[in-house]
T-cell receptor, first 113, second 114 residues
Framework: KQEVTQIPAALSVPEGENLVLNCSFT??????LQWFRQDPGKGLTSLLL?????REQTSGRLNASLDKSSGRSTLYIAASQPGDSATYLC????????????FGQGTELSVKP | NAGVTQTPKFQVLKTGQSMTLQCAQD?????MSWYRQDPGMGLRLIHY???????DQGEVPNGYNVSRSTTEDFPLRLLSAAPSQTSVYFC?????????????FGPGTRLTVT
């Protein structure tokens, strides 16, 4: 059974710092891995999706990497801003069930001015 | 496009009452699913559908019922509400034909059962 873990559960950094959020999964047979952002009391916003055949994806200040062999994905945020404060969730899709997501519990990020 | 919409945004029920959470999408996505989000448990899959007339159970299906008569709508029914069903419910959709299965989420329904 696939399990997804995110460490740390919470992270506080000063504005301008580069940071890395970690996601690990137990079964390397995934279809894709998706990173989401969730603001308090809101829904999930898709940030980046990495297909199983890809190693990384980039969007603006965000870069997500995928290493299936080690069961790890990272989300790199460059030059963090207070507006980046939110909970970041990673989710893996099983290889034969691409429409399903198995979520980690998230990392709550706080960027201090 | 409105994307994925959910109604109501908030709901309070008494134990034993029934209700339907509505979910609709206007992106012509075949795949739709329901998740619940609880503190310390993350998001867990309740039910999903790969197309009109086809549904299947997820990780936590007990106490919930679904049907899919159209591509656009995927309602979630609580048959007899229990306090353990207090949660935030999210509906999501995706299109298998896009190969990526990128999931789009609705804004959620916050349900309290007293």
């Amino acid at each position: 059974k696939q399990e997804v873990t995110q460490i740390p559960a919470a992270l506080s950094v000063p504005e301008g710092e580069n940071l890395v959020l970690n996601c690990s999964f137990t079964d390397s047979a995934i279809y894709n891995l998706q990173w989401f952002r969730q603001d308090p009391g809101k829904g999930l916003t898709s940030l980046l999706l990495i297909q199983s055949s890809q190693r990384e994806q980039t969007s603006g200040r965000l870069n997500a990497s995928l290493d299936k062999s080690s069961g790890r994905s990272t989300l790199y945020i460059a030059a963090s801003q207070p507006g980046d404060s939110a909970t970041y969730l990673c989710a893996a899709s099983p290889h034969n069930q691409g429409g399903k997501l198995i979520f980690g519990q998230g990392t709550e990020l706080s960027v201090k001015p | 496009n409105a994307g994925v919409t959910q109604t109501p945004k908030f709901q309070v029920l008494k134990t034993g009452q029934s209700m339907t959470l509505q979910c609709a999408q206007d992106m012509n996505h075949e795949y739709m699913s329901w998740y619940r989000q609880d503190p310390g448990m993350g998001l867990r899959l309740i039910h999903y559908s790969v197309g009109a007339g086809i549904t299947d159970q997820g990780e936590v299906p007990n106490g919930y019922n679904v049907s899919r008569s159209t591509t656009e709508d995927f309602p979630l029914r609580l048959l007899s509400a229990a306090p353990s069903q207090t949660s935030v419910y999210f509906c999501a959709s995706s299109r298998p034909g896009s190969k990526t299965y990128e999931q789009y989420f609705g804004p959620g329904t916050r349900l309290t059962v007293t």
